[in-house]
């Protein structure tokens, strides 16, 4: 007769996360993103101390789902927020999470400015290249030929532009410490992701300066596509446009191995 092992706990809700039931549709990957920044924020000792700053946009309740002190801020404006409370609290972790609506459009003053004078803050940047709480809009990051509610016809690049790529912008600011794109579309690149959500913060607690993490997000909805089909589109569609890797990384983040 065999006796039984107790189980072995391999998983658990974070300490950092809430019991907030989510509001995201089906498919969505700001819960992922989520979930990454509150295990990071758990096993580094964060919680504690962390400060987070929401944005205005898909995530405008992104207070809701972590156990953590949070403020909400002007949209656009979460890094001029994140940047008083940094400095009036500088023994903080500060950090912002912000959609590509948020951070690329109405706030680009602010993101670009941030990295310029290096604030020693941490931005979360989910990049689903399209408006998502508004009603599907072209955004920013929206691809070239991608169909929005506002470019029916598909992005037109001579009336419109190209995607802005945010990360290699911010990569040339002196006050950056650590600039990185990761994506969520599937468990390889979801493990990336988290190991560079630890050097960002790792950088804001070492104190080199600004660091931002961008995560290439899905939005089945106003895509209008499957949860699946939305990660394929990720895969094949943004990854192109938006090329993964680390755009700046401080030498002193460099030789961590996280």
């Not at 020693?120 to 399209?130: D, G, H, L, P, Q």
Request: aromatic share 8%; net charge neutral.
């Amino acid at each position: 007769m065999t006796t039984s092992q107790p189980a072995t706990l391999v998983y658990q809700r974070p300490t950092s996360f809430s019991e907030a039931t989510t509001h995201y549709c089906p498919g969505c990957t700001h819960g992922i993103a989520h979930r990454l920044v509150a295990e990071v924020l758990d096993e580094m000792g964060l919680r504690e101390k962390a400060i987070g700053v929401a944005p205005v946009g898909c995530a405008v309740f992104a207070y809701n789902y972590f156990n953590l002190d949070f403020v909400e801020a002007a949209h656009g404006r979460a890094p001029a927020m994140a940047t008083g409370i940094k400095r009036v609290l500088p023994e903080n972790t500060v950090f912002t999470y912000q959609g590509d609506g948020d951070l690329a459009s109405i706030g680009m003053a602010e993101i670009m400015h941030a990295a310029a004078r290096g604030e020693n803050i941490t931005v979360i940047f989910a990049n689903n290249a399209i408006y998502g709480m508004t009603g599907g809009q072209m955004a920013p990051t929206t691809l070239p030929g991608m169909k929005t509610t506002s470019s029916p016809y598909g992005r037109d690049v001579e009336l419109a532009g190209y995607p802005i790529r945010v990360s290699e912008m911010l990569a040339t600011m002196e006050g950056a410490g650590y600039v990185v794109r990761a994506s969520l579309h599937d468990p390889a690149h979801i493990r990336k992701a988290k190991k560079a959500i630890r050097r960002a913060f790792e950088t804001q607690e070492r104190g080199l300066g600004f660091a931002m993490v961008e995560l290439l997000s899905s939005c089945p909805t106003n895509w209008k596509v499957t949860p699946n089909e939305a990660l394929e589109f990720i895969a094949k569609q943004m990854v192109p446009a938006f090329p993964l890797g680390d755009f700046k990384v401080h030498p002193e983040i460099a030789k961590l191995r996280v």
